[in-house]
């Protein structure tokens, strides 16, 4: 009651404020839960407080349970955002607009939401703290706003208390808990065996740090719940803020956020006013909507880079699968640390398998020019890979020095006069704090040898050494590399950085980010099939994957380097994967003796775009399969992409999507009839066939296969 009458007094002080705001307060004065819908009215959000005035939140997707009560708080080292809340003021307002993307899978995104802000108050001492709500069609998102307020100005976050608790034992897609790496196969897995499996998979990755005290599971993940409604757990516009990880509470269904601390436990330092991140949940009936969701991205702030014509979407190709095939080294010698003295490398003696020389990359700039493809990586270009990362200064990684067999000059004017863009790397070997001293330099060093592109590493643990890949430090270290690129006019592909979460949005230079088990595990073991099949409705969710597809020869054993691991796929569901897994940089990633070989199948390579104007989700099952079309942003093509795991399947592809009244002519890349990834991963077939809107396809999908198609209007 005391409660009830203070929400009173509050809504009568605020008449005016939210007549201004054109919003309405839909409070029940009978029931102290507030709700609301999302715009089509199949998501119904519940908040309420508990009787320890702890806010409460549940969703329901169509009348079915998805979250039950869960609840929501922050603690703070001497002040609790936890527990003794009062809602003193609820808003709700509609919002609905379209955005136009730099790039990606749709040439515009339509925002349509309902906002729901809870304001809370307690006493002793005073504290004000905003809960605030969207709700979309395919999920939401909320977050905690600590106004500023007497009470508190600068706030250590000991914790968040978020909890996700779920009414049924989903299947649940899931890589443990890590503060450093998100390299990992997914198990699958009820909630209810995560605890134990979890165990079983800790601590396989040397340099990084398990989690080992707890349950612990990363986003995004993707469960189907019993009644095979989808939903995924993550997080939107991730800044000044350590990653959330998911807890399991043993002997339960509830999830809790678990945030990566420093070394002293600390898991934040703010200043208020603060806006936490978007917790995320996408929910649908149908899987193909959690692949079509443009909700993380709707959660983060439209672009801070006003002029973004020089912003162009690429493919590539680069010398660094041949460090992966064996023998080859990013080093240039094998003898710098039996002379720690010397920091002349001329004086050192090459080790004749570097591949990042100037004439190894000549060939590929030629191959790239002859090909289509707009740039080439160099990896292994500069000086430190001997010594990986040392503590003297003279004699770790420096990104304005390149070794004496590759000749910078001669390379930018090789490849200016082959249209060809050089793609820098600056591996950093995790010493984050260096690479910010010499980010200037570095930056200013690729303006003036023009590079327009970076692909940043972070392999290691992080110096400085209190601090995790995940936690806040790092965090703001990644972005502010990709708002001072910005200054340069540089794109930003990051490797082991902390896992993306929409941040492409406000800062569309930063176009890939790895952070997942990449291709380069097809040499360390493979990947299985699932696995490509399933980072859409994960890692993806949150951005582009520089996954590096393209992979031809798929046996390793062929270079003959004692290395047996097999890729899971087949060449044709190569191509698929430059539909199936976008991303505005996307590599070729073989080599170009290998490509002479198949350049027909390499053709499709050529022409597949890297931006989109339209996106069609055909058919999708999380760790299964994906059937995409998408429209090409700069031509009436349109493409697609199918893939499936382990098992042969029959794509159902509905070409309905094509105009009305238009004839197109498909050329198909598929696997061939004797194909599976284990025993045959190099048959494959092309063919074209004359198609139009009313046409289905049915296309076979080999074991580990895929198929690419390419839809052009018939003359
Ligand atoms: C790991 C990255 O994922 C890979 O692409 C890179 O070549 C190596 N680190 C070396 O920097
Ligand atoms: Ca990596």
């Known amino acids: 009651m005391q409660w009830k009458l203070n929400l009173y007094n509050q809504i009568h002080a605020m008449k005016n404020l939210f007549l201004l705001l054109t919003s309405f307060v839909i409070f029940s004065f009978a029931s102290r839960a507030v709700e609301t819908t999302s715009p089509d009215g199949n998501i119904l959000l519940t908040v309420d407080l508990d009787e320890n005035g702890t806010p409460i939140y549940s ?11 869960s ?5 703070g080292k001497n002040v609790d955002f936890f527990k003794g809340f009062e809602i003193v003021g609820v808003d709700t307002t509609s919002f609905d607009e379209i955005w136009e993307p730099v790039w990606g899978e749709y ?3 339509r925002d349509n939401h309902k906002e729901l802000a809870v304001t809370l108050k307690k006493n002793n001492p005073e504290l004000d703290m905003i809960l605030r709500f969207r709700v979309f069609d395919d999920g939401l998102g909320f977050r905690y706003e600590l106004p500023l307020q007497d009470n508190v100005n600068y706030m250590t976050v000991m914790d968040e208390l978020t909890e996700f608790n779920l009414p049924g034992d989903n299947t649940t897609f899931w890589i443990p808990g890590d503060y450093d790496t998100d390299e990992f196969l997914y198990s699958e897995t009820l909630i209810s065996e995560i605890p134990d499996e979890v165990v079983s998979r800790r601590g396989k990755h040397s340099e990084s740090q398990a989690i080992t005290d707890k349950y612990v ?8 719940t019993p009644d095979s409604l989808y939903v995924n757990i993550h997080e939107a516009a991730l800044i000044g803020y350590p990653a959330m990880s998911l807890e399991v509470v043993p002997d339960s269904l509830l ?17 208020l006013p603060f806006s936490t991140p978007w917790r995320t949940l996408l929910i649908s009936d149908d899987a193909r909507d959690i692949l079509a969701s443009q909700l993380i991205l709707n959660l983060n702030e439209p672009s801070v880079i006003e002029d973004t014509s020089w912003i162009k979407p690429m493919k590539f190709m680069g010398v660094w699968w041949e460090m992966f095939t064996g023998g080859k080294t990013w080093a240039y010698s094998d003898d710098y640390r039996a002379k720690p003295g010397i920091t002349d490398y001329t004086k050192l003696e090459p080790n004749g398998h570097h591949p990042a020389n100037t004439a190894n990359v000549k060939k590929y700039i030629d191959f790239a020019a002859d090909h289509n493809i707009d740039a080439v990586l160099v990896e292994g270009w500069n000086e430190g890979w001997e010594d990986w990362r040392s503590y003297d200064k003279n004699r770790q990684f420096l990104f304005d020095k390149a070794y004496p067999d590759f000749d910078v000059d001669e390379l930018r004017d090789y490849a200016t006069a082959k249209g060809i863009q050089l793609i820098m790397h600056h591996e950093t070997a995790a010493n984050a704090a260096d690479y910010e001293l010499q980010l200037d330099r570095a930056f200013q060093f690729m303006k003036d040898n023009g590079y327009n592109a970076v692909k940043t590493g972070y392999v290691g643990a992080i110096i400085p050494r209190s601090e995790h890949h995940t936690s806040q430090w790092m965090v703001d270290h990644v972005k502010n590399v990709a708002e001072r690129a910005a200054e340069y006019q540089i794109l930003i592909d990051s490797h082991e950085a902390p896992r993306p979460t929409g941040l492409i949005r406000t800062y569309p230079n930063w176009l890939a980010q790895e952070s997942a088990r990449g291709g380069e595990f097809e040499s360390m073991g493979g990947n299985p099939p699932s696995h490509t099949a399933l980072l859409p409705f994960t890692r993806l969710k949150g951005g582009p994957m520089d996954y590096t597809p393209g992979l031809f020869e798929t046996r390793l054993s062929t270079y003959g380097q004692g290395n047996n691991s097999q890729a899971g796929t087949t060449i044709a569901r ?4 430059y539909l199936t897994m976008p991303s505005p940089i996307q590599m070729a990633c073989d080599l170009p003796e290998n490509y002479q070989r198949f350049l027909d199948a390499f053709r499709f390579i050529e022409d597949v ?8 989700y055909l058919e999708a099952e999380p760790a299964r399969y994906i059937t995409v079309a998408r429209k090409d942003k700069n031509s009436d ?3 697609v992409g199918a893939i499936t795991d382990d098992n042969p399947r029959v794509a159902t592809i509905d070409l309905s999507f094509l105009p009305e009244g238009q004839q197109f002519i498909a050329t198909i890349y598929e696997d061939g009839k004797d194909a599976s990834w284990k025993d045959n991963p190099q048959s494959y077939n092309i063919r074209t066939v004359k198609v139009n809107n009313k046409k289905v396809l049915k296309q076979k999908l080999a074991s580990g296969g895929g198929a690419a198609i390419r839809l052009t209007p018939a003359p």
Not at 59 to 66: A, I
Not at 71 to 75: C, D, I, N, P, S
Not at 574 to 577: G, S
């Open 59 to 69: 969703v329901t997707y169509k009348g079915k349970p998805v979250i039950s009560e």
């Open 71 to 75: 609840k929501l708080g922050l603690v």
């Open 107 to 109: 040439s515009t995104i």
């Open 217 to 224: 599971i990363q986003t995004p993940m993707i469960m189907k």
């Open 255 to 271: 999830f809790r956020s678990h945030l990566t601390p420093d070394k002293l436990g600390v898991k934040a330092y703010i200043q």
């Open 574 to 577: 190569q191509l698929a994967l």
């Open 609 to 616: 775009p890297v931006e989109w104007a339209d996106s069609r």
């Open 637 to 639: 093509d349109w493409y």
